[in-house]
């Protein structure tokens, strides 16, 4: 077994943990949020940015990397670590929730899913074996069972014909990986579906602990439901799964989000919004988001914000951001990425030290009063 994951705190007051999962490449401190690099690229920054911010696990997706350059093209030249010049951790989405969302003309069967490339119409095919097959091919640390993740809304059946299907597939998935991985350097976690059904979600996750899994993600959410139905699901199912393996929320969130789940006892995190609202230019701060093509900051000469002491906040104003912006310079992503991860990475290492001191309770109070006061 590869991976190691420590509890060194069980916070008194919400669900939440403080650990530590250890795989052959890095030690992650948890609770974790992974900047999502999905074609083996974290977009706009060099790897070794992502060292300056301390990043320790980066996200990678089968689905882009299957389609392009292919996963034998990466496995020949040493895998993904070593063709991306990435020492750390790396974990790879499945390819199940890209196929829907990107995959064009699919068609799902038992067997796995036909579709066609969005890049140039190729048909081509996902399934459980496809899916652990490209990604022990990739050499990820974390694999990702290959799951469907239905769509929002989704009536309680469809929910449930949905998650007998990935459960189906999660032990196809465990069988290949078992029988094909280097099961001393990956590890495969299981994705618990059940849309925002209570009832659902305890059926996915009795089939997938059937099955047992290095570690168990919740998927199905942040697909356009109400937050509060995020919430309120992720707070029934995130308990119920072992406490002494890791719980990845996947797709999530805002730095709110983040808080919140952190306190409904969630360890890791992938979102994209960090990074795909920078090149947007939209950036995070400790009062709110700002918008950099807004008028407002072309003079305005003050840091991206004042709190932060990433190196983009010590040395360039918002007025050259803005400019950098509007005139559509490559600098604007990176400047604007890089801010934003240090953002979501500050966060997570202030969550942490909340709870090793016994105060997370009492940041999640103070956080949602700022977070309040911001939002008037
Ligand atoms: C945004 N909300 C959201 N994302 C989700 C992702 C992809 C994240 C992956 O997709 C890409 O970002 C869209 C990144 O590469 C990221 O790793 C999911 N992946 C799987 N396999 N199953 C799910 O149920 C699932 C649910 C999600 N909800």
Redesign the pocket.
């Known amino acids: 077994m590869s991976l190691r994951f420590e509890v060194s705190v069980r916070d008194p007051t919400t669900e939440a943990r403080r650990g530590r999962l250890i795989t052959t490449r890095s030690v992650i401190e948890t609770p974790v949020f992974?900047p999502?690099?999905?074609a083996a690229t974290v977009k706009a920054l060099t790897q070794e940015m992502l060292e300056a911010l301390d990043a320790r696990i980066i996200?990678?997706?089968t689905y882009?990397l299957f389609l392009r350059p292919g996963q034998a093209v990466i496995r020949d030249l040493g895998g993904l670590h070593r063709f991306m010049g990435w020492p750390r951790s790396i974990?790879t989405?499945?390819?199940?929730?890209?196929v829907f969302?990107l995959g064009e003309l699919r068609t799902v069967s038992e067997e796995g899913v036909a579709f066609r490339s969005h890049l140039d119409g190729t048909k081509l095919f996902l399934s459980p074996e496809v899916s652990m097959e490209v990604q022990i091919a990739l050499g990820s640390d974390i694999v990702?069972?290959?799951?469907?993740?239905p769509p929002y809304p989704a009536t309680h059946d469809q929910v449930r014909i949905s998650l007998e299907l990935t459960e189906r597939w999660a032990r196809r998935c465990r069988a290949y990986f078992d029988a094909h991985a280097d099961r001393d350097r990956q590890s495969l976690f299981g994705?618990v579906?059940g849309g925002i059904h209570a009832d659902l979600r305890a059926r996915s996750l009795e089939g997938l602990l059937d099955i047992g899994f290095e570690g168990y993600?919740?998927?199905?959410?942040?697909?356009g439901e109400e937050k509060r139905h995020m919430y309120d699901t992720t707070a029934f199912i995130a308990p119920r799964l072992p406490a002494d393996k890791p719980r990845y929320l996947?797709?999530?969130?805002t730095p709110a989000d983040l808080v919140e789940s952190v306190a409904r006892g969630v360890d890791m995190f992938?979102?994209?919004m960090p990074t795909r609202h920078a090149r947007n230019g939209t950036v995070f701060t400790t009062t709110g988001r700002l918008n950099l093509r807004n008028a407002r900051y072309i003079q305005d000469e003050q840091p991206l914000d004042a709190e932060c002491a990433c190196f983009v906040c010590r040395r360039y104003s918002r007025a050259y951001l803005a400019h950098l912006m509007r005139a559509g310079e490559i600098l604007a992503s990176v400047l604007a990425t890089y801010h934003n991860l240090h953002h979501y990475l500050d966060l997570m290492q202030r969550i942490r030290h909340a709870l090793e001191q016994g105060a997370f309770g009492r940041f999640v109070t103070e956080f949602r009063h700022r977070q309040l006061s911001s939002e008037e």
């Open positions: 992974m999502v690099g999905t996200l990678a997706n882009h974990l989405d499945s390819g199940g929730y890209q969302s990702m069972a290959f799951d469907e993740c994705i579906q993600a919740i998927g199905g959410l942040s697909v996947m797709g999530v969130g992938d979102c994209v």
